[in-house]
C-alpha cells in the first residue's frame, strides 16, 4: 500500500485527464461560436445538428392534448364518468370556500343580483383583527400578537381588506386539504419503501414544475373560478408536507420508537400515539410550508379566477397602475408575513398544559372564549354602529399617488442611470451569452451534459441528464429552452455574485447578520408575484426586467447558504488556524471558504431553482422562453403546449439539480464533512 | 462456579433464557440456518458478506436476580438485550420467558407480554416530549385502556415511588438528566412488569448523578424484587449492581459468573483487563478468601461466610490471627487469616492460595 503511494505521489506533474478533455471540449464550443466559417462549415455538414429536424419530433403535446380530452369526453369510470368526478370535486370544493367565503368576505347572501338579501353579515374587521391577535398571543406574546394585529390593521385602513379576506378564504380552505393529504401520503411513504420509492420521481417534479403548469390542466378540467385555482394550489402545496412527513416520521429516534413498542402499542398507537406526536414540531414545519405555498399559488391562480389580492395586482399591472399595484402587492406582504409568523410561533410552541379542573368549556378555552366574545359583540355593535361591523369607506387611507410620485420621481431623476446599467448589460453580457447558447448545436449539449453527468455522478447520472436533455430538442422546445437557460444562468450568476459577499459579510459579523437574517426571513415568506411590481416599475418589460426580479427573489438562498456553510466550519478549525497565525483574511480564504465550498453549492443549486421558478412568472413582462411558451398555453388553455413546456423547465431544473448535488456531495465527501 | 453461590442459584426458578441465539445482519442471513446448521463459523459469515451482532448467545436469567450484561460499544449488548424483547428479531435460536419460546408469540402474544410482563429503560430516556411527567408514567396504561382516573392513580404512585412527587405536570425538557430518567424508570414500572430491561440506564448521565441513581436503583430491586437484564459499559456499574454479569465481546459472551467468579477466575485476558482495576476487598467474599479449617487452631470470633472482605477487613485484622467463617446454619467451614485478608487489600490476591 505504502509503496504504491509513494509512487503516486512522485509523479506530481503527469496530466489529470478530465480537466484536458473538459478544456479542448470547451475550448471547441468557443471556436465555434466565434469562428462563423467553422459553424457554417459544420452546419452544411450536419444541419439537423442545429436545427432538429421536424420528421424527428415526438408529437407529445397532441398526445397530451388528445389525452385531456379523451378524459373529459370519453373516460368512463364505470359508475361514473371523468367528467361527473371533475364535476363532484368541484362541487365538494364550492361548499367550503363559499362559506368561508360568505364568512370572511361576502356575508351570507340569498339570491343573487339585484334580489340578493344578507342575511347574515361577514365577520367584522375588528373582530378578525381580534382573533388575529388572539392567536398570536396565545402562539408566542405580546410582540407577535402586534405585529399580526397591525398587518391585519394595514388591510382594513388601506382599503385591501375585501380582497385579502378572498385569499385569506381561499387558503383557509386549501391548507387543511393539502396537510390531511401530505400528512397521509407521507404516512403510506413512511411505511413502503417501494410506495416511496415510486413517488420520489413524482415529488420531485412536482417540486420543479413551473407554478403555472399547475393551472392549465386545473383549468382545463375544473373550469374558471376559484374552485379550479384551489384544486391548483392543493396540488402545488401538498409535496412539501409529503416529503416532511416521510422525514419527520423518520427522524423519531429509535430509542422512542422501540419505547413505544415495548409499552405494547399496536401498529396503528404506535403511529398515532408515539411517532406522529414525537415528530409534531417537524410536522409543523411542513404545515408552515403548506400555509406559505398556498399563498404563493392562490396569488397566482388570479389568472385562473382566484380573485382577492392576486387579481388586483395582475389586474393594476396590467394597466400599468404602479401605485395600486404596489399597494395591493403590500397586502400581499403583509398578509405573507403575519401568516408566516403566526405558522411558525404555533410550530415552536411547546405543548400546553391540559387543565384538569372541570371549569367548564369556556374557563377551559379562554382564548377561543374572547374569540367568539369578540365576533359576537363586533356583530351587534354592528347593528347599532355599522363602522364596527366593516371599516367605514372614508377612514380608508391610500398610498397610491404616493408611489405614483415616488416612481415618476426616480424615473424623472435617474432614467439615464437606469437606463445606462440596463443597456450596459444587456450588450455586454445577456445578449453575447443568449446567442452563444443559441448557435450551440443540441448534440453537443447533450453530449456535455452527459460527459458532466459521468465525471460527477457516473453513468446512472450521465443517462438521466441526457435524457432529460434530449427531451428538450425531442419536443421541439430547444431555443426557447436556451433562452430559459440563458435567463436563469445570467439571473443565477448575478444573484450569486451579489448573495456571496453579502453571505461572506454576514457570517462573519455578528452585527450584520442580526439584520441580514430577518430581511431574508422576510423576503423568503413573500409570494414570487410581488417580486415583478417594482421591476416593472423602474424597468418596464423585456428581459432585463425579467432578470430584475429573478434576482431580486432567487438572492435568498445565495446568502442563506453562504452564511450556512461558513458557520458550520467547526470552530475548532478557526481556533487551530489563528494559533498557526492566520491573519482573518487567510483564515476566510484558505479555511472557511474552501469548507463552506460544498454548501455555497448547494445554494447556487436553490438559486437556480427559485430562478427558474420565478422565470416562469416573469412570462409577465414579456420574456420570449418556456415560461411565455406555458403563459401562452395557459391564455389558449391548450394543455399539450402547457405541460410539455412547463415538464421543459421541470427537466432544466432536475438536470442543473442533479449534477450539482452530486459536485456537492463528491466535495463533501472528499473533505470528509459527508 | 463456587459451589454454595450456584446452589443458592438453582433454588430460584429460571425467568428469561436465551439458547444459542444469533443476530446476523446482511441479506440472506436466515439462508445460513436454513439447513439446520447450529454455527455457522466465521469464515462462513465472511463468505457470505454477513455481520454477526450477537453469536450463539446462551444466558439463563433467574427469577428476582440482577444480571448485568456489559460489553464495550460494538460488543452486540444492545442488539441481545432487543433480542431477548424481540424489539430486533433473532435470525435463529430461542429466547425462553418462563419456558415459551418468545419468537413463536404471535404479534398479539407479543403485544400482550409487552403490556403486561415486560417494562424497559433507555439510555436517552425516550420520553415523549409532548406528554408531561404524569402523561409518560401513564402511558403504557393508557395504552392498554386503562381508565383515566384509574391509570393517573397508579402513574401518581410510581411518580411518588422514584422520587419525583410534585413535578407530575412538568414536561420532560424541564427537567434535569437524572430526573428525565426517573420518569423513565417509573413508567417501566408503572405497569408492574415481570422482567425489567433496562438499556445502559444511567451511562447519558454525569458521574455523581450516575452513582446517585445506583444507590436508587438498588433501593427499588430491594423493595421490587424484579428479574433485571441490565445492560452497562461500565465495568464497575456491572460489578456494583449485578447479581451476575456476562460479558460480551463482538457479539459472544465469553464469560458469565457473579462478579467475585469473574475476579477470581477470568477466563481470558480480555476480562483479567477489566477485573485488574477492580478493588477485590469489595467483590470476594470470606468464602473465596478462606483457608480450610485448621484443627484446634485459635479463632477469635466469627464472620459470615458471604461477607464481603471491604466490610469485614478491620475485624479480621484486629484479631490475634485469624477469624472463624460460618456458613449461613452458622456451622464454621474455614478460617480467614489476617496476612489473607491485608493480601487482598494491598492487591495481591494473585498469590497462589
Not at chain 1, 134 to 148: D, H, K, N, P
Request: glycine share 8%.
Amino acid at each position: 500500500m505504502s509503496a504504491t503511494a509513494g509512487i503516486a505521489g512522485a509523479q506530481p506533474a503527469r496530466l489529470q485527464p478530465w480537466p484536458v478533455l473538459w478544456a479542448v471540449l470547451l475550448g471547441a464550443t468557443f471556436l465555434l461560436f466565434f469562428s462563423e466559417g467553422l459553424h457554417d462549415a459544420l452546419e452544411g455538414l450536419a444541419p439537423w445538428a442545429f436545427e432538429y429536424p421536424r420528421a424527428w419530433v415526438i408529437p407529445l403535446r397532441d398526445w397530451v392534448s388528445g389525452f385531456m380530452q379523451w378524459l373529459i369526453n370519453d373516460f368512463d369510470l364505470g359508475l361514473f364518468t371523468f367528467k361527473e368526478f371533475t364535476r363532484s370535486i368541484s362541487w365538494l370544493l364550492t361548499w367550503p370556500f363559499a362559506f368561508a367565503n360568505s364568512l370572511l368576505a361576502e356575508g351570507f347572501i340569498h339570491g343573487r343580483g339585484d334580489k340578493a338579501v344578507l342575511l347574515w353579515p361577514r365577520l367584522s374587521w375588528l373582530a378578525v383583527i381580534a382573533i388575529a391577535v388572539l392567536m398570536g398571543f396565545y402562539a408566542q406574546g405580546w410582540r407577535l400578537a402586534l405585529l399580526v394585529g397591525a398587518c391585519f390593521a394595514y388591510l382594513a385602513v388601506f382599503g385591501q381588506w375585501t380582497s385579502a379576506m378572498v385569499t385569506l378564504s381561499s387558503i383557509a380552505i386549501a391548507v387543511p386539504f393539502g396537510v390531511v393529504g401530505g400528512l397521509l401520503l407521507g404516512i403510506a411513504g413512511f411505511r413502503s419503501a417501494r410506495v416511496e420509492r415510486a413517488m420520489a420521481p413524482v415529488l420531485d417534479l412536482m417540486q420543479t414544475v413551473p407554478i403555472f403548469a399547475y393551472l392549465i390542466p386545473a383549468l382545463y378540467l375544473f373550469g374558471f373560478g376559484p374552485v379550479a385555482s384551489m384544486i391548483a394550489t392543493i396540488i402545488y402545496a401538498t409535496p412539501p408536507m409529503v416529503r416532511m412527513t416521510i422525514l419527520a416520521l423518520r427522524q423519531v429516534p429509535d430509542e422512542i420508537v422501540d419505547f413505544g413498542r415495548m409499552a405494547g402499542c399496536s401498529r396503528r398507537q404506535l403511529l398515532w400515539k408515539v411517532r406522529i406526536p414525537a415528530a409534531r414540531q417537524s410536522l409543523m414545519v411542513g404545515v408552515n410550508q403548506v400555509i406559505m405555498l398556498s399563498l404563493n399559488m392562490v396569488i397566482i391562480a388570479s389568472m385562473i379566477g382566484a380573485g382577492g389580492l392576486g387579481y388586483d395586482v395582475l389586474t393594476a399591472l396590467r394597466r400599468l397602475d404602479i401605485g395600486a399595484g404596489l399597494e395591493a402587492g403590500i397586502g400581499i406582504v403583509v398578509l405573507a408575513i403575519a401568516l408566516d409568523r403566526l405558522s411558525q410561533a404555533f410550530a415552536a410552541r411547546p405543548p400546553e398544559q391540559q387543565r384538569e379542573d372541570s371549569a367548564g368549556l369556556l374557563r377551559r378555552h379562554p382564548y377561543l372564549a374572547a374569540g367568539l366574545a369578540a365576533a359576537a359583540v363586533t356583530w351587534i355593535g354592528g347593528l347599532v354602529l355599522p363602522a364596527l361591523g366593516s371599516y367605514p369607506e372614508s377612514l380608508t387611507l391610500t398610498t397610491a399617488p404616493f408611489w405614483d410620485g415616488l416612481v415618476s420621481w426616480i424615473n424623472i431623476n435617474f432614467f439615464d442611470a437606469l437606463e445606462a446599467i440596463k443597456t450596459f448589460l444587456l450588450l455586454n453580457l445577456m445578449i453575447p451569452v443568449k446567442r452563444f447558447l443559441l448557435t450551440l448545436p443540441w448534440p453537443l449539449v447533450v453530449g456535455l451534459v452527459a460527459l458532466a453527468g459521468y465525471q460527477l455522478g457516473g453513468l446512472r447520472l450521465a443517462a438521466l441528464t441526457a435524457a432529460l436533455v434530449l427531451f428538450l430538442a425531442v419536443t421541439r422546445q430547444w431555443e426557447n429552452a436556451m433562452e430559459t437557460v440563458y435567463l436563469c444562468g445570467v439571473s443565477a450568476l448575478i444573484a450569486s455574485l451579489i448573495g456571496w459577499p453579502i453571505g461572506i459579510w454576514a457570517a462573519r459579523k455578528a452585527r450584520v447578520n442580526a439584520v441580514v437574517q430577518p430581511v431574508i426571513d422576510t423576503l423568503q415568506t413573500l409570494p414570487a408575484f410581488v417580486y415583478l411590481i417594482p421591476a416593472v416599475m423602474l424597468f418596464r418589460v423585456g428581459d432585463f426586467t425579467a432578470m430584475i426580479a429573478v434576482v431580486a427573489y432567487a438572492v435568498v438562498p445565495a446568502i442563506r447558504y453562504t452564511i450556512l456553510g461558513i458557520q458550520r466550519v467547526p470552530p475548532t478549525l478557526i481556533e487551530a488556524a489563528t494559533a498557526q497565525g492566520c491573519t482573518r483574511r487567510q483564515i476566510l480564504w484558505r479555511v472557511q471558504l474552501p469548507l463552506a465550498l460544498p454548501e455555497i453549492l448547494l445554494g447556487v443549486n436553490q438559486t437556480i431553482m427559485m430562478a427558474l421558478s420565478m422565470l416562469v412568472i416573469t412570462a409577465l413582462v414579456g420574456t420570449r422562453d418556456l415560461g411565455q411558451e406555458v403563459y401562452i398555453a395557459l391564455t389558449k388553455a391548450d394543455t399539450g403546449r402547457g405541460i410539455v413546456a412547463g415538464l421543459c423547465v421541470a427537466f432544466i431544473a432536475i438536470t442543473a439539480d442533479r449534477l450539482i448535488g452530486a459536485w456537492s456531495g463528491r466535495l463533501k465527501t472528499r473533505l470528509g464533512l459527508a | 462456579m463456587t459451589s454454595a453461590s450456584a446452589s443458592a442459584d438453582h433454588e430460584r426458578p429460571v425467568k428469561l433464557a436465551c439458547r444459542n441465539v444469533w443476530k446476523l445482519f446482511g441479506a440472506g442471513a436466515e439462508r445460513l440456518f436454513a439447513d439446520g446448521a447450529a454455527a455457522p463459523s466465521a469464515e462462513a459469515l465472511a463468505r457470505a458478506g454477513l455481520i454477526a451482532a450477537v453469536r450463539e448467545a446462551d444466558l439463563a436469567v433467574r427469577e428476582g436476580e440482577i444480571f448485568v450484561i456489559m460489553g464495550l460499544s460494538g460488543s452486540g449488548k444492545s442488539t441481545l438485550v432487543r433480542c431477548m424483547s424481540r424489539l430486533i428479531e433473532p435470525t435463529a435460536g430461542a429466547v425462553l420467558f418462563e419456558g415459551q419460546d418468545l419468537l413463536k408469540a404471535s404479534e398479539a402474544e407479543l403485544i400482550a407480554l409487552r403490556r403486561h410482563k415486560m417494562g424497559m429503560v433507555f439510555q436517552h430516556f425516550a420520553l415523549l416530549p409532548h406528554l408531561t411527567v404524569l402523561g409518560n408514567v401513564a402511558f403504557p396504561l393508557e395504552i392498554q385502556g386503562v381508565r383515566r382516573a384509574e391509570r393517573e392513580r397508579r402513574a401518581r404512585a410510581m411518580i411518588e415511588l422514584v422520587g419525583l412527587g410534585g413535578r407530575e405536570s412538568y414536561y420532560p425538557r424541564q427537567l434535569s438528566g437524572g430526573q428525565q430518567q426517573r420518569v423513565g424508570i417509573a413508567r417501566s414500572l408503572a405497569v408492574e412488569p415481570e422482567v425489567w430491561f433496562l438499556d445502559e440506564p444511567f451511562s447519558a448521565l454525569d458521574p455523581l448523578i450516575r452513582r446517585e441513581m445506583q444507590d436508587e436503583f438498588l433501593r427499588l430491586q430491594r423493595l421490587l424484587r424484579k428479574t433485571i437484564v441490565f445492560i452497562t459499559h461500565d465495568f464497575d456499574e456491572a460489578i456494583r449492581l449485578a447479581d451476575r454479569i456476562a460479558i460480551m465481546k463482538d457479539g459472544a459472551i465469553i464469560q458469565s459468573g457473579t462478579p467475585e467468579e469473574l475476579v477470581m477466575q477470568p477466563a481470558t485476558d480480555y476480562v483479567a483487563e477489566f477485573t485488574r482495576e477492580v478493588s477485590r476487598a469489595k467483590v470476594l467474599s470470606a468464602r473465596s478468601a478462606m483457608e480450610p479449617p485448621v484443627p484446634g487452631a485459635r479463632l477469635s470470633g466469627s464472620v459470615p461466610a458471604d461477607a464481603k472482605i471491604q466490610d469485614l477487613a478491620r475485624r479480621v485484622i484486629a484479631s490475634d490471627g485469624a477469624v472463624a467463617v460460618v456458613d449461613a446454619d452458622g456451622r464454621p467451614i474455614g478460617q480467614l487469616t489476617r496476612d489473607a485478608v491485608l493480601d487482598i487489600l494491598a492487591g495481591q490476591s494473585d498469590r497462589p492460595a
